[in-house]
């Protein structure tokens, strides 16, 4: 009896035979003998040895003794059961009685009074309870909230760890003071946990078995704040399944997912309505209503990340006759954009808090400094090896280990990205380390990159774009293959953002050249897409670059650029830049350019007066042909015939679209040969054959889904929803409709009003 209860009590501490046998300071031999009933009545220094190191409560002890002298019976079988009799679906066994009620530790510090959002990480965590998932890492960027979410949830499900709660900040990141060693924090669980101090082991190891042994048989909560690293967090995991450890960090700790299992919970910035609740709790949800657009306007210049957000609440706190407003413009005159994120300590300023991040790093600070230049919104590994002049492989490895201590994000395979604050961050360090010629010398490479892709690009997607030679690329720029239109469409689909803030960057940082040649870059694909707004903001800042250069071939590209744009906003506008373009063409003798630019003259008239378009078409077919630009002439011929559509002459327009159709054809032109389908679709529709009409539009619409043209594609849709209706075919004019609505809504075209009207005649309320 007395060696069965022996068993059951070192079963429950989940210690081995051999490890009670070092506790207590006899023989294995000793304590099989004893849980076999071998050894006979045991003596009561033996009996004591063995309560101490089985850890027995007053009461225990006292059962435990009389049974030893053959006096008592053993307590309850199921009180010494060990939990894994459970099933798995049901909830883990409460600790042994008398164990757990002397020492029930409470170890969680306050939570923050005002905790705002985060609904679906706190609906996460706790249906991951019902796993039991041993532990979980939350991690995320410095300031984002972790601890305060970590503490709050650690407060909601507490009493479902009803044998305690033990915290410990392991200060793997803070001002002045040493981290806290696995050791140290095993030592204060043993103490919480009230083991006497002279069972507790001196080294790590025999602590952490020590600690494993004391939660075997409970259900714990750990709350392991602020980590380091993996190796601070390994050994304050217990054994128990029935026990969850809740770790933060700045880091990831990928070694702890791989090896131990834990669940990976990366925090992110709260959405604008979270940062909305987090302002509204603190200064009172009539005051933020009452300023709603001024609260908006600090959350902004917050970036959203409560740390900083806290900071400017309490300044407005502090100051509750003051109009948010005034705090607004207090951040704005700053110097700074995280000067004033201060409040009044280490802990609660923003820069002083993301420098424990910046300390941590090697060989990668260079590179994170440098991402501070980059303009946004996110940078993939080639543009920052550009940035940093290294080897794209070594860069895409330090960007990892950034991504790791959530100094940036990883947004999307291979796409990074820090938010506002940490940008700003990075580029106030970069000032100060690296000299101003590093600096620039670092833009330089990475517009470089980004022109000379964007060029490589271009020229797939459309092969007989008007070239641009740009200088070569400054020794250290990365350079990526772009094997065929795919790669194209796709490149420019990641980079767009980039590429147009990389241009903006470049007009304002002395780069002038690199600012209209990357505009041009870019526009095929905008052309495709449709992006008409985009596209004019971004020429009327080349323009300038342009001008201040005093390159008439910058400032004629640019202009007739922007003419195609403005084509489809402000036709006067657009011939007022066409006009300028014209005239420098003709002065630098660039006549297939010139070509160009009168054709789409012409096409400013079209809307209102399309028979004023036919003087300057004409004119343009002359100067292409004389030229030997055949694509110019396909492209003329098209539009030609597209004009003689539009003045009812639909015989005609057929027979011009077809020999653009031809000649397009022949050169390998798919982008006009769509264009000329579509035309000769509108041409037969006219002269009554729509089957043919039909047929026609389903081959532009083929090639411009290839070419992934959106405007194109919803206008084509237009056309053949006019000739489904014509057939009386209402259902698919329908379906053409709503689709080209859908694009049209998209790109915010003008042409999505008109569209609306058609469809509401049909019956059908978009």
Same mark, same amino acid.
């Given at each position: ?58 009461q225990e002890r006292r059962r435990y003794a009389a049974l030893a002298a053959g006096r008592g019976t053993p307590a309850a079988p199921a009180a010494a059961t060990p939990p894994a009799a459970a099933s798995p679906a049901a909830p883990p066994a409460a600790a042994p ?150 770790v933060t960090s700045r880091r990831q700790l990928t070694s702890l997912v791989v090896t131990e299992g834990a669940v990976p919970v990366l925090l992110d910035l709260p959405s604008l309505d979270e940062a909305r609740a987090l302002l509204a709790g603190r200064l009172g ?334 004119? !343009? @077919? #002359? $100067?292409?042909?004389?030229? /030997?630009? %055949? &694509?110019?002439?396909?492209?003329? +011929?098209?539009? =030609? *015939? ?57 081959? !532009? @619409? #083929? $090639?411009?889904?290839?070419? /992934?043209? %959106? &405007?194109?594609?919803?206008?084509? +849709?237009?056309? =053949? *929803? ?45």
């Amino acid at each position: 009896m007395f060696g069965e209860l022996t068993r059951d009590y070192r079963r429950r501490l989940a210690l081995s035979q051999e490890e009670l046998a070092a506790r207590a300071g006899l023989s294995s031999r000793a304590i099989r003998a004893i849980e076999t009933g071998r050894s006979g009545a045991p003596r009561p220094s033996t009996v004591r040895l063995l309560a101490e190191a089985l850890e027995l409560s007053d009461q225990e002890r006292r059962r435990y003794a009389a049974l030893a002298a053959g006096r008592g019976t053993p307590a309850a079988p199921a009180a010494a059961t060990p939990p894994a009799a459970a099933s798995p679906a049901a909830p883990p066994a409460a600790a042994p009685a008398g164990a757990a009620a002397a020492r029930v530790p409470r170890g969680l510090p306050l939570a923050v009074p005002v905790f705002a959002g985060r609904g679906a990480y706190l609906r996460y965590l706790t249906a991951r309870l019902d796993s039991r998932p041993g532990t979980i890492v939350i991690s995320g960027t410095a300031g984002v909230g972790k601890s305060t979410l970590a503490v709050h949830w650690a407060h909601q499900v507490a009493d479902r760890f009803p044998d305690g709660q033990l915290f410990v900040n392991l200060h793997g990141f803070g001002p002045g003071r040493a981290a806290v060693t696995a050791g140290e924090a095993i030592r204060g669980f043993l103490h919480a946990l009230e083991v006497p101090e002279r069972r507790i082991p001196a080294d790590l190891a025999g602590q952490a078995a020590c600690y494993r042994s004391a939660l075997a048989g409970r259900r714990v909560l750990v709350v392991v704040d602020n980590a380091r690293d993996a190796d601070q967090v390994r050994p304050l995991v217990p054994g128990n399944p029935d026990c969850l450890v809740l770790v933060t960090s700045r880091r990831q700790l990928t070694s702890l997912v791989v090896t131990e299992g834990a669940v990976p919970v990366l925090l992110d910035l709260p959405s604008l309505d979270e940062a909305r609740a987090l302002l509204a709790g603190r200064l009172g949800a009539p005051r933020v209503a009452a300023e709603s657009a001024a609260a908006d306007a600090l959350i902004d210049r917050c970036a959203r990340l409560p740390l900083a957000l806290a900071v400017v609440a309490a300044r407005a706190a502090l100051r509750p006759a003051f109009p948010l407003s005034s705090i607004v413009a207090e951040l704005d005159a700053a110097d700074d954009q995280l000067g004033p994120l201060d409040g009044g300590d280490a802990v609660s300023d923003v820069r002083t808090v993301f420098s424990w991040s910046y300390r941590q790093l090697s060989e990668d600070a260079a590179l994170f400094r440098l991402l501070g230049l980059h303009p946004g919104p996110d940078i993939d590994a080639a543009a920052a090896a550009s940035l940093a002049g290294r080897p794209v492989d070594e860069v895409r490895r330090w960007c990892a280990r950034l991504a790791d201590g959530n100094l940036v994000t990883e947004a999307g395979p291979g796409r990074f990205v820090l938010h506002d604050l940490m940008r700003s961050y990075a580029g106030e360090l970069a000032g100060r380390v690296d000299s101003p010629a590093q600096r620039r010398a670092a833009v330089r490479r990475m517009l470089d990159f980004y022109l000379h892709t964007g060029r490589a690009a271009a020229t797939r997607l459309a092969p007989h774009h008007d070239p641009i030679t740009p200088d070569p690329a400054a020794a250290g720029t990365a350079r990526i293959a772009v094997r065929d239109q795919d790669d194209a469409l796709a490149w420019f689909a990641a980079e767009k953002g980039a590429l147009l803030a990389a241009s903006r960057l470049a007009a304002e940082s002395g780069f002038d050249t690199h600012a209209w040649q990357l505009a041009y870059t870019v526009h095929p694909y905008l052309h495709r897409q449709g992006r008409w707004h985009e596209a004019a903001d971004l020429l009327h800042g080349a323009l300038g670059a342009a001008r201040r250069l005093g390159s008439d071939a910058g400032q004629a590209h640019t202009h007739q650029l922007l003419g195609r744009v403005l084509v489809h906003l402000d036709a006067q506008e657009a011939r007022q830049h066409l006009e300028s373009a014209y005239a420098l063409f003709r002065g630098l003798g660039d006549t297939g350019a010139a070509a160009r630019t009168q054709q789409v003259i012409g096409i400013t008239y079209e809307r209102d007066d399309p028979a004023r378009s036919l003087p300057h078409a004409r004119l !343009a @077919l #002359r $100067l292409a042909t004389s030229a /030997g630009n %055949r &694509y110019l002439q396909g492209r003329i +011929l098209n539009g =030609l *015939g597209w004009l003689h559509a539009l003045l009812g002459d639909h015989a005609e327009a057929e027979a011009h679209c077809r020999r653009a159709l031809g000649l397009m054809t022949e050169i390998g032109d798919d982008d006009g040969a769509a264009d000329a389908w579509d035309s000769i679709g509108f041409a037969l529709h006219h002269l009554g054959d729509l089957t043919g009409a039909v047929r026609c539009y389903h081959e !532009a @619409l #083929r $090639l411009y889904r290839v070419l /992934g043209h %959106r &405007y194109y594609l919803a206008l084509t +849709l237009t056309h =053949l *929803g006019e000739t489904h209706r014509a057939a009386g075919r209402t259902a698919l004019a329908r379906q053409a409709w709503g689709d080209a609505l859908e694009v049209f809504t998209e790109l915010r075209s003008p042409e999505r009003d008109g569209l609306r009207q058609r469809l509401g005649e049909l019956g059908h309320t978009p």
